[in-house]
């Protein structure tokens, strides 16, 4: 990874990072429209290669087996999170990652603490998770209808005036409790205006196999939405944090939308850095031992080692495809 392409990446999402302790007003502070003057043909190419920088890192923390990486995807009804999903994760080995979205909450998850379903399915060391939907949730549509906070027994102490407050301190305490243990957080904001939350509906509506990607909820959900704005500006308010700050992701143009993610993820694994494991000189005389014995079993004609003078990439030097 050259310094320059680093430092392109960092460029790219500064502007969209939510600074710890700032008051954010989404209207005020975020445009949905915003591109950074990057033209979309240009775009094609900088994901694609996006991408493909996705898939070697992702190799890298799989192998070195320390870090895990936690991506939670947050966004109105057609804010562009499955799409998102889809591309950016389209190069990496699907054995790396997980995906979970969250739905309506289950009896039997609603008999928990409310973030015990979400620990439930957080990454192992080497994974991605992907978190489409995510416990922000319990500081989103629970405070929008609080009906949801009903349903989740609480104890009256645990329900008073305090509760959004309380969680967002809890939430930031969870997530400390991960990134010191090595599990990174990248929080994912898409987000849309409202005309173009109006025109994909339209879409989903017109074109027969779309339909199914829209329901009447939806619309009942929209009529809330400056209440959902205040709630969404109240959370990346708070919740921003030094070690997991969230980056609001403009997401009226998908494709500046799914580069911004691939960047802001790529960031993350940079700063991580992960290697490959290195073997110790007792493991590579092993090594040279027993390749000394493959060798010595090439039948007649064969290159004894056609990796011999291949180098790092491990291509063959000789001998058929
Ligand atoms: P979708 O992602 O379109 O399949 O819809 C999932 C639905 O589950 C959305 O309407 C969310 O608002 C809802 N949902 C997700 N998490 C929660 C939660 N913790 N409490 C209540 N509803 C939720
Ligand atoms: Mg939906």
Redesign the pocket.
């Known amino acids: 990874m050259s310094d320059e392409r680093a430092e392109r990446i960092a460029d790219l999402i500064e502007p969209l990072r939510v600074r710890p302790g700032s008051t954010v007003r989404l209207a005020r502070d975020f445009d949905p429209g915003y591109k950074a003057r990057i033209r979309k043909k240009d775009g094609v190419e900088l994901l694609s290669s996006g991408i493909e920088l996705l898939a070697d890192y992702q190799r890298r923390l799989a192998a070195q087996d320390t870090y895990g990486v936690l991506v939670c995807l947050q966004a109105l ?1 057609a804010g562009g999170k499955d799409g998102t999903i889809r591309h950016v994760m389209s190069g990496v080995n699907p054995q790396g990652v997980r995906v979970t ?5 289950s009896a039997e998850e609603l008999d928990h603490d409310y973030l015990w379903r979400y620990a439930r399915h957080l990454p192992a060391r080497g994974e991605i998770g992907i978190f ?2 995510s416990h922000y ?2 500081v989103l ?2 405070r929008v209808h609080p009906e ?1 906070l009903r349903r989740q027994k609480l104890p009256p102490a645990a329900r008073d005036d305090e509760v959004w407050e309380r969680r967002y301190r809890e939430i930031n305490d969870w997530e400390r409790y991960l990134s010191d243990n090595g599990f990174k957080i990248v929080k994912l904001f898409l987000n849309l205006s409202k005309e173009e939350q109006r025109i994909r509906f339209l879409k989903r509506i017109d074109v027969p196999e779309r339909n199914w990607k829209f329901s009447p ?1 939806d619309v009942r ?1 929209r009529a809330r939405w400056d209440d959902y704005q205040r709630a969404f500006s109240r959370m990346l308010s708070a919740t921003s944090t030094e070690w997991a700050p969230w980056y609001v992701v403009p997401a009226d143009h998908k494709w500046f939308a799914r580069i911004c993610a691939a960047a802001v993820l790529a960031h993350t694994l940079i700063g991580i850095d992960p290697q490959y494991p290195r073997v110790g000189d007792e493991t590579r005389r092993e090594l040279a031992e027993v390749k000394r014995d493959l060798e010595r079993e090439a039948p007649e004609g064969a290159a004894p080692d056609p990796y011999a003078k291949a180098g790092k990439k491990g291509k063959r030097s000789g001998g058929k495809g």
């Open positions: 009804d979205g969250f739905k309506v909450p489409n939907r949730e319990e549509v629970v949801n909820a959900e």
